[in-house]
């Protein structure tokens, strides 16, 4: 059972407090911060001890979600139930950030009112909670055109003509409630998480693709949604290679929400989704990727004069023409001591910089078109260089997201919601896949 | 109010302000007076009035907030108040009032934690647990866990286990997970109704819910504890949910599935062998993930995949992170162990880097590694001699210092690199390195006379003459008039074993019984690295008779060691000793006492030995593996404050009387005659008994 739950913001500052034992006192938010600054490094910070009372937090949005207790409870519980909470938190407010902590405080703990009592778990499901919550949403979301430059990020399948801005999805749940009531929106993101290590020759070492299907839905009454996958799907390790137009992972979880009565035949999920954000089905793909990974990198490194590394990187994406991959960023370690750089890059969009702190040189490139190659010269000064100290570059780690591409190749082929339905309710598909690890070695 | 201002003073005007019939100012104001309400118990008495009036509101959720919120009132006093609403609360028509009301006969019982229980409440919970709302069911067993407490918690008989396990579809994942450990504390009656209850649970192994899927796999292991099989069929199902978690975004979900998964391989180390991949390092993930993988990389490592995860960890070691850099280079050094060439490999290269955290981290990996593996001493002196530039913290020169010592014959540049050393001691900071000097001197001197003799002299001289450092000069002395002995005499002293003595660690990798851990697996002990106190004392007692060997042993040994014994000792484990603490101490004693057994070593497995010998509080350190005809342990233990470390001996030409009988012989620190004589008598005791046990 919990004894406390309190929300820190990074500089420790209390955004939120509830005791609902009376166990322990309040210092214990000032001991909590206390002993999380002075970790080093290779401490775990998860779960920590002080006198009998236990601390167990997760840091979301740059905060730090804490839960205490005198107990011995289960550490997944816990865990995920903090993770729940922020996730609630962001349904209701529409974006993590400290300052809509702040702003919201009295939502958040109705919230908490409703979540937990006497340290006990009650609910955390958004379709009984939204009956007992009274307080509106203040949203901070200032207009920036920043904001319209990103239009057409995400591909809508099911509308091409119309595309919502990213931002979309990032608004409070409830603002229906209100007279100026938001659109009856469904958004169904299929998003992956890539982590590749590429072996020094260009081969493939390890691929893993870890993929979810998150419903963020702001229809104010819910009725079943059918959602139909790839018909060619196919799960598990035992089917024949032959077959290449099959989509294959190998392992599939749902949401237990989820009726699968069609899912053998059809690859119909049934799904009445409650307001806010689920994620109704997750799925793993390991080792073999049905397409290559993403980017392949042709690094040299030599030495130049007598004490600097001339680093040439080429590096191609092996997307389809029509996508592009966005906010590339390539982080090269450079050996001990390097004190300056010069570059030669491609194109002025892309940057460069020396990071010493780091041992790394960073290269940024914003857009990453399919197919094309870039290359980069980097000449880094290396006081005292020995042949040795080129080990020291290497494996280069790449970060990046790809709008409208899916690498395992799951698709959603149809979006349909029961005609129960009452007025017209918009429909959204968005793919995305981001890097989670991204290593080349050199 | 939250942010730690206090505006207790308002609490007058909150009074007032909670009459008031807007929802949303009500919650703020019942807020406000739960967090004022111990500091001003007066004031908060004319609230009552309001609340209670609240409570008979025809809105379920007015009545269910304000019962909720008066019973979050602590302070004395607030019993007699709050009872009848309570008791109204438990037949409400709600179920989200019956929720709140069941969870406030337990704040009532903690309000007030001396008095009598009132069993017509505790009653009353018990028939709620038939409610048909599933979180009433729920809160109704964390309410009854509360008032029990102090006779051990609500009582799980078979008609409400039976109750409990149908109604688990209802139950959303927190309850299912809440309810899957208080059924740990049931017990099937028969072998049929077991796998009735685990059949109904099955599902639940695969559950999406990480937490819920752990649950129910500790309530798997603790079930069928008789039946390894179902276990180990337990853990396969639910492999699969664990590497997810070990793959999950959140990285805190991350590093616990990590230390379960840890946990699951220390009886099947198997399990993940094809999922290796799962466990390199993202080059985002914090430096506590990193160290959990590498850990487990390292248990993982077998003729397949020995290659890229070399490749994998010998990536690490130049990370950024220095900690990092030397755990990935230890890492490489335990695999070392069993695929020495091509780690030794790796290693080489990375002296090539000149850096010092990681020249320093190999040579300390290539002692370890000697120790270990003597068959790679050749290799290592190779490089050793072959690396120019030395270490610069004082770990890493003490580790150069006592290989060059160990093995100073191989290395033949070694009087050179000590010469630099003697040179600079008047700059080394650390007393420590100057002691390894010392030793490494005297122990080079030995081997290689001519080369050495006058640097010795000189650092002798040093030391004895100008050094500040007490214990350093009291070591130079020391060797100082050891030398003055003669050579023979030095050696006998100085030298000890070069490598780990024949005898197998039983640290090492082997498969430990499920038993020893399940009753950590899933608590927050496990992550937070230490022992918590364990509140589920009725879990850990069930446990304890899974421990079979123990319990065969237990009436046998109690019963004959005292009628054995002539005078009563007590022995007590005390903090474990590390092997080379027991090495040490056992080179510096003198052999007190030395008996026959009169029994022959048991020919029962070493861990049935090793139980049995904890039992009676003797810890076993180490002993031979298999049916060798020399077979040696060192056990140890501790009483009255002193500690006794014993050897047993079978089948060594030099003993006689010890082919078909063990010999003992004790060492102790402070001497205690008496406490000898009761050690050799229990020992005798239970080897006598494992022998009848096993014959």
Known sequence: MISQIFILSSKGDHLIYKDFRGEASKDSINVFYEMVTALSGDQTPVVMSHKDLHFIHVRQGGLYWVASTKTNPSPFTIIEFLNRLAALTKDYCGSLSEKSVRMNFALIYELLDEMVDFGYIQTTSTDILKNFIQTEAVSSKPFSLFDLSNVGLFGAETQQSKVAPSVAASRPIMSSRGEQSGKNEIFVDVIERLSVVIGSKGVLMKSDIQGEIRIKCFLPTSSEMRIGLNEELSIGKSQQKGYSSAVRVDECRFHQAVKLDEFDTFRILKVCPSQGEQTVMQYQLCDELPCAPPFQLFPSVQKDYVNRVLIF?????????????????????????????????????????????????????????????????FKVDVPGLSSASLLEVGPVSMSFELAKQTCSGLQIRFLRLAPTQTGLSQRWVRYVTHSDSYTIRI | MTQGLDVSALFMDMVKASAKVDIVQKKLVYLYMCTYASDKPDLALLAINTFRKDCADPNPMVRGLAL????????????????????????????????????????????????????????????LLRDPDPVVVVNCLRALEEILKDEGGVVINKPIAHHLLNRMKDLDSWAQSEV???LLRYHPRSDDELFDVLSLLHAFLQSAHAHVAVATLRLFLHLASAHPAVQADALLCTSAPLLATCGAASRELRFTGLCHVQQVMRSQPGLFGTHYKCFFCG?????????????ILVELVNDENVALVLEELRSYCTDVSPELAQAAIAAIGRIARTYSEKCLDILTGLLALKQDHITSAVIQTFRDLVWFCPQSTAAVCQTVEACVDSPQDSEGKQTLLWLLGEHGEQISSAPYVMEGYIDGLKTELSSAVKMELLTTAVKTFLCRPAETQDMLGRLLHYCIEEESDVCVRDRALLYYRLLQRGVEETRKVVTGPKSDPSMSVLTGRQE???????????????????????????????????NSTGKELLPDVTLSSPNDTEEEISLSLGPPLSHETFEKMWLDLEILHRQTLGSPRPRTAPDTLQAALQLVKIQTLAFTPGDTVLWKAYIYTRSTGTLILAELLQGDPQAPGSDESLVVSVKQQPVNQHAIRGFASILKSVLQTLNVDSS
């Not at chain 1, 966005?326 to 030669?344: A, D, R």
């Not at chain 2, 009872?83 to 009532?108: H, N, T």
């Not at chain 2, 020893?516 to 106190?533: E, H, I, K, P, V």
């Open chain 2, 512 to 546: 430990e019984p499920i038993s020893q851990w399940a009753s950590t697996f899933n608590t927050l002990g496990l992550l937070s690295g230490r022992d918590l106190c364990l509140q589920t004392a009725v879990i850990s007692a069930a446990d304890q008779p899974s």
């Open chain 1, 313 to 377: 990187l080429k590096l191609r994406c092996d997307l389809p023409p029509k996508s592009t991959a966005l906010n590339v960023s390539i982080t090269v370690p450079v050996p001990k001591g390097s004190v300056s750089m010069s570059q030669e890059l491609s194109s002025p969009d892309q940057t460069a910089e020396l990071q010493p702190k780091n041992k790394a040189l960073l290269w940024e490139i914003p857009r990453f078109p399919g197919g094309a190659q870039l290359s980069a010269l």
């Open chain 2, 283 to 295: 080059y985002s993930e914090p430096t506590y993930i990193k160290f959990r993988k590498m850990e």
């Open chain 2, 180 to 182: 899957l450990t208080f």
């Open chain 2, 68 to 127: 909720r919120n008066m019973c979050n009132f602590r302070m004395p006093g607030m019993t007699e108040y709050i009872e009848q609403p309570i008791v109204a609360g438990l037949r409400d028509k709600a179920s989200y009032v019956r929720r709140v009301a069941v969870l406030g006969c337990a704040k009532m019982h903690s309000l007030q934690p001396n008095t009598e229980i009132d069993g017509i409440i505790v009653n009353e919970l018990y028939a």
